[in-house]
């Protein structure tokens, strides 16, 4: 009689081969296909009691009586978890990857661009890129000036690199030195602070500056939240390889598709997915397998997601999404290692 280990290897071994022959072909495993590629002698008779055995458990189904085996969102976890293990990205891919996005002076939105294109074409499925909100970058510097009575002029500098200017309108006049006075409040007490922050912030701070009579305070506030400065805009999002998305058996249905496209498509829903995500997801790579996902347009696929950092900050994420029959092995290594580089490139700026 076998041990209780050699049993669980033996299962193992089983779904493992069923899982590789699946992720390759799309189509169900029988027990020959099995047997040619496990290293263990088996039966095909002892193979077929087995992948019973694992179907019982929910790991395999067979969608119809006369055909093999495929895995379910359970064997995917299972495989994630436990069999994977820690997979390492090949020295030619990570350098391969370095020759395509460490380019010297690129803007963020170039970087971005770049991590999107390379998570597709190395995964071949929907690579994402979710650059930082505006409203989430880091005030480096801001300087007001005056050009006529009531009307001045912002300039704020914000990492990863944003220059923006804006238009103030105010109901009384201020002077060059008043205006200067503002700004230095501001790069001294906030430099470092997001935009949303100082906004909340510097509000607060205006209400009890009024109280003391606080000029400074009370101006730098009117300044920054007076005129067209918009921390609110949307995050940069950047979609690639929606076509290898199309070529995929599974998406066959036309519901399932046309679901899926419509998130794809759309921005803000893409980027409330990917955030929801990242505000769940510890540091570091997250997989999530089908209905893993609290969004149901995403409920038929995997999601790679590895937040995107600045200085030791998530302000973004890089993804991957694909059919639950991707190659994690390569898949997750792969987002893990962009997701790195992209932050390190972010992080020198």
């Not at 704020?156 to 944003?162: A, M, N, Q, R």
């Not at 038929?300 to 995107?308: G, N, Q, R, T």
């Not at 991707?326 to 290594?333: C, G």
Request: glycine fraction near 4%; aromatic fraction near 4%; charged fraction near 25%.
């Amino acid at each position: 009689m076998r041990n209780e280990p050699d049993r669980e290897a033996r299962r193992r071994n089983v779904l493992s081969a069923i899982l590789r022959h699946y992720i390759a072909s799309a189509q169900p495993v029988g027990s020959k296909a099995v047997m040619l590629d496990i290293k263990e002698p088996l039966s095909p008779a002892t193979i077929r009691h087995v992948m019973a055995e694992l179907e019982a458990e929910g790991l395999l189904a067979q969608p119809h009586t006369s055909a093999g085996r495929i895995p379910t969102e359970k064997a995917y976890r299972f495989y994630v978890d436990c069999v994977m293990g820690v997979p390492r990205l090949p020295s030619e891919m990570a350098r391969h990857i370095d020759r395509l996005l460490l380019i010297e002076d690129a803007l963020p939105e170039e970087t971005m661009s770049s991590a999107s294109r390379i998570l597709s074409n190395v995964s071949k499925s929907v690579g994402v890129a979710l650059g930082p909100a505006t409203s989430e970058k880091l005030l480096e510097h801001v300087k007001f000036v005056k050009l006529s009575e009531k009307r001045a002029v912002g300039v704020i500098v914000s990492k990863p690199e944003l220059i923006k200017s804006w238009l103030i309108r105010l109901p009384e006049d201020f002077s060059q030195t008043e205006l200067d006075r503002a700004a230095n409040y501001l790069n001294t007490e906030f430099r470092g602070w997001s935009l949303r922050a100082i906004r909340l912030e510097i509000s607060k701070r205006a209400e009890e500056a009024r109280a003391f009579a606080d000029a400074v305070v009370t101006n730098a506030a009117r300044l920054l939240t007076e005129g067209d400065l918009d921390v609110g805009e949307p995050d940069a999002l950047f979609v690639e390889g929606t076509a290898h998305i199309l070529n995929q058996p599974e998406f066959g249905d036309r519901e399932r598709i046309q679901a899926l496209l419509s998130a794809l498509e759309e921005k803000a829903r893409l980027t409330e997915i990917l955030n929801a995500c990242l505000s769940a997801a510890e540091l570091g790579v997250q997989v999530l397998i089908g209905r893993e996902n609290p969004a149901r347009e995403m409920q038929s696929c995997a999601l790679i997601i590895a937040p995107l950092q600045y200085r030791q900050r998530t302000v973004g994420a890089l993804a991957v999404v694909g059919p639950t029959r991707m190659e994690y092995d390569r898949a997750v290594p792969t987002v893990a290692y962009v997701a790195q580089r992209c932050s390190q490139v972010l992080s020198f700026n």
